[in-house]
């Protein structure tokens, strides 16, 4: 049973940085794209960033391309997102995921989800 543990979520001021982990347990972690997505209240689920199984590619949204960095320890089974510079736009829950499909922006191709960490920033 795949198993995804977020963390390292709080409450940041406007500018600051956050680095949130996401922990994998029950599968090989190191054959699959991790990806992290967020939800903000009353909106959907949106594609935050994504990265391959070799840690080799990686993708962005627009938003928060230049200021987000994903990463991943395959050896810790982990993946990383650094979040530098975030703005009031950036509050939301989120989520990272597991897929099969290479570097996939798509939600419907994510099939394990994580619980969720909540991410607030404060003006």
């Known amino acids: 049973q795949v198993q995804l543990v977020e963390s390292g979520g709080g409450l940041v001021q406007a500018g600051g940085s956050l680095r949130l982990s996401c922990a994998a347990s029950?599968?090989?972690?190191?054959?699959?794209?991790m990806a992290w997505f967020r939800q903000a209240p009353g909106k959907e689920r949106e594609f935050v960033a994504a990265?391959?199984?070799?840690?080799?590619?990686?993708y962005y949204a627009d938003s928060v391309k230049g200021r987000f960095t994903i990463s991943r320890d395959n050896a810790k089974s982990t993946v990383y997102l650094e979040m530098n510079s975030l703005i009031t736009e950036d509050r939301a829950g989120y989520y990272c995921?597991?897929?099969?499909?290479?570097?996939?922006?798509?939600?419907?191709?994510?099939?394990?989800w994580g619980q969720g960490t909540q991410v607030t920033v404060a003006a």
């Open positions: 029950g599968r090989t972690f190191s054959s699959y794209t």
């Open positions: 995921a597991m897929s099969r499909m290479d570097g996939s922006r798509w939600r419907t191709d994510y099939d394990s």
């Open positions: 990265i391959t199984w070799s840690g080799v590619s990686t």
